[in-house]
């Protein structure tokens, strides 16, 4: 599904971000360019990077 139309990012995309170490929305802007533009996609964006990360 995508989650990002601006960047054509999905779901999948924003959790392989996840495992290889992406952790805030800064960083997935950054990496992704999630959220950067329209910013529709940040609460889904956050959302889902949340569920992916490993509790520590
Ligand atoms: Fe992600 Fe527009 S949908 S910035």
Do not use: F
């Amino acid at each position: 599904m995508y989650v990002c139309l601006c960047h054509g990012v999905t779901d999948r995309t924003i959790r392989e971000a996840a495992e290889n170490g992406v952790s805030s929305m800064r960083q997935l802007g950054k990496e992704l360019g999630v959220g950067t533009q329209c910013g529709r996609c940040a609460s889904t964006a956050r959302q889902i990077l949340r569920e992916s990360q490993t509790p520590d």
